[in-house]
């Protein structure tokens, strides 16, 4: 099966059920339950592959890490290891996440508007390659840590960059009015005091301007400022960060990484000698996801609505409920049947914004049908709960006709593992 919204490895068996890495999808639910993530490993490792060769063979000092917001695993991050990707970490859960994936350690950027001192200091213990500094504050706690152990940190300070992306406001970062980074006209004083502190470098400049970003001119024009700012302050690394969109929707054409490369590298080509840094999380395993669930009730509302009510919803994807996101969805045993219908895949939690996919099309669908949405791979898993305490889905990861469990279906157990008796 060719759509642009489905892992790279998706097929057809003989049964006529979906497949990831040449596992069924429905078998999968008989042995792992729903709701279940399903990753496709070749659609990692592609895409890491992709951003790897196609951003070198333009501009060969490039370093490409993986933004384990979008997917935080001990499984996920050692595949995205093994690529040569570094990460980004924005919390000392996510830096412990890849330093149990054997990452190295000079690859990890860490990042947050509001590092705490405690996770400043477990930066400085496993050795991470930068500290990305947001504001004046966080300087001064670094500086603090650092005076403290004695150990260098080396530094990139983000800034603002007052760039307006096309996207949702929320995933929106780069423009005036955001709590992200250094406005422009207070870097000569915050590199100022990056100079005065003992064991503090200045190795460069970040900024992010949003996610799931379509067009190309944001991230040009972030470039050509960022590389304003590394001759003004005579600094060696440029980081972008990350945000290139990814199709949804079967119609959707996302950018292509070989043309973004061509677009980034082309402003830097010849005008600079610094190390280029690029941030990608959604790219990377966006489409590498599905989620699978199965559908307990069907509530028809004649001439309003038809729901079809599945077994999670807004706690493992919170996605329609903050943003308003659009997915799209197969039946896992049928996923070629005509979609001649309209329906709203609804969750089963006690809130009714609770909705995985509104209006959207799939063919007729009964209780115990297996549904698959699409396109879940990114800011899914990352960003579920416990809300009405239900457990988490279980996450495999299928390459080669086998899923390997890399997180574990959550148990009542674990729900009260931290409530005092
Ligand atoms: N670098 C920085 C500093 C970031 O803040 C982010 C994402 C990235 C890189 C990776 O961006 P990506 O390539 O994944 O677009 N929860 C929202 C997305 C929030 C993105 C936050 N920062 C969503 O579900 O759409």
Same mark, same amino acid.
């Given at each position: 099966? +060719?759509?642009?919204?489905?892992?790279?490895?998706?097929?057809?068996?003989? !049964?006529?059920?979906?497949?990831?890495g040449?596992?069924?999808?429905? #078998?999968?639910?008989?042995? /792992?339950?729903t709701?279940?993530?399903?990753?496709?490993?070749?659609?990692?490792?592609?895409?890491?592959?992709?951003?790897?060769?196609?951003?070198?063979?333009?501009?060969?000092?490039?370093?490409?890490?993986?933004?384990?917001?979008?997917?935080?695993?001990?499984?996920?991050?050692?595949?995205?290891?093994?690529?040569? @990707?570094? /990460?980004?970490v *924005?919390?000392?859960g996510?830096?412990? $996440?890849?330093? +149990?994936?054997?990452?190295?350690?000079?690859k990890?950027?860490?990042h947050?508007?509001?590092?705490?001192l !405690?996770?400043?200091?477990?930066?400085?213990?496993?050795?991470?390659?930068?500290?990305?500094v947001d504001n004046?504050?966080?300087?001064?706690?670094?500086?603090?840590?650092?005076?403290e *152990?004695g150990?260098?940190?080396?530094?990139? %300070?983000?800034?603002?960059p007052?760039?307006e992306?096309h996207?949702?406001?929320?995933?929106?970062?780069?423009?005036?009015?955001?709590?992200?980074?250094?406005?422009?006209?207070?870097l000569?004083?915050?590199?100022?005091?990056?100079?005065?502190? +003992?064991?503090?470098?200045?190795?460069?400049?970040?900024a992010? %301007?949003?996610?799931? %970003?379509?067009?190309?001119?944001?991230?040009?024009?972030? $470039?050509?400022?960022?590389?304003?700012?590394?001759?003004?302050?005579?600094t060696?690394? %440029?980081n972008i960060?990350?945000?290139?969109?990814?199709?949804?929707?079967?119609? #959707? $054409?996302?950018?292509?990484?070989?043309?973004f490369?061509g677009?980034?590298?082309?402003?830097?080509k010849?005008k600079?000698?610094?190390?280029?840094?690029?941030?990608?999380?959604?790219?990377?395993?966006?489409?590498a996801?599905?989620?699978?669930?199965?559908?307990?009730v069907?509530?028809d509302?004649?001439?309003?609505?038809?729901?079809?009510?599945?077994?999670?919803?807004?706690?493992?994807?919170?996605r329609f409920?903050?943003?308003?996101?659009?997915y799209?969805? @197969?039946?896992?045993?049928?996923?070629?049947?005509?979609?001649?219908?309209?329906?709203?895949?609804?969750?089963? /939690?006690?809130?009714?914004?609770?909705?995985?996919?509104?209006?959207? +099309?799939?063919?007729?669908a009964?209780?115990?049908?297996?549904?698959?949405?699409?396109a879940?791979?990114?800011?899914?898993?990352?960003?579920?709960?416990?809300?009405n305490?239900?457990?988490?889905?279980?996450?495999?990861?299928?390459?080669?006709?086998?899923?390997?469990?890399v997180?574990?279906? #959550? $148990?009542?157990?674990d729900?009260?593992a931290?409530?005092?008796?």
């Open positions: 099966m +060719k759509m642009a919204n489905l892992p790279d490895s998706a097929g057809i068996n003989d !049964k006529g059920h979906l497949e990831i040449g596992c069924d999808l429905v #078998e999968l639910t008989k042995e /792992f339950g709701p279940l993530y399903v990753l496709d490993e070749r659609t990692i490792r592609s895409r890491c592959r992709d951003y790897v060769k196609c951003f070198r063979a333009e501009y060969p000092d490039t370093e490409v890490i993986f933004a384990s917001k979008a997917l935080s695993t001990v499984g996920v991050s050692e595949i995205v290891a093994s690529e040569g @990707l570094g /990460f980004d *924005s919390s000392g996510e830096l412990y $996440t890849v330093i +149990k994936a054997k990452a190295d350690p000079q990890i950027y860490f947050g508007n509001n590092k705490s !405690k996770e400043l200091k477990e930066g400085l213990e496993v050795g991470v390659g930068r500290f990305v004046e504050y966080e300087l001064a706690n670094l500086e603090k840590v650092t005076n *152990s150990m260098r940190a080396d530094i990139l %300070i983000r800034v603002n007052g760039i992306a996207t949702h406001e929320f995933v929106q970062t780069g423009r005036v009015d955001s709590k992200f980074g250094a406005p422009l006209d207070q000569d004083e915050l590199v100022g005091r990056v100079k005065k502190t +003992k064991l503090i470098g200045l190795k460069g400049f970040h992010h %301007i949003g996610s799931q %970003i379509f067009d190309s001119a944001p991230f040009v024009a972030v $470039t050509k400022l960022l590389l304003d700012l590394t001759k003004k302050y005579d060696e690394e %440029i960060g990350g945000g290139l969109g990814i199709p949804y929707l079967a119609g #959707e $054409t996302a950018p292509v990484i070989a043309d490369a677009q980034i590298t082309g402003v830097l010849g600079t000698e610094a190390k280029l840094i690029l941030e990608p999380g959604r790219s990377i395993v966006g489409t996801g599905i989620t699978l669930y199965t559908v307990g069907v509530r509302i004649p001439g309003v609505r038809k729901y079809l009510i599945v077994d999670g919803g807004m706690s493992d994807n919170p409920i903050l943003y308003g996101a659009k799209e969805a @197969l039946l896992a045993g049928k996923p070629e049947a005509e979609k001649t219908e309209t329906v709203t895949v609804a969750g089963r /939690f006690c809130e009714s914004g609770d909705i995985v996919i509104k209006d959207g +099309k799939l063919p007729p009964q209780v115990g049908d297996i549904i698959a949405v699409l879940t791979g990114a800011y899914n898993y990352s960003m579920a709960s416990n809300y305490r239900v457990p988490r889905p279980a996450m495999v990861i299928a390459s080669r006709s086998r899923a390997e469990l997180v574990k279906r #959550e $148990t009542y157990e729900l009260i931290n409530d005092s008796q």
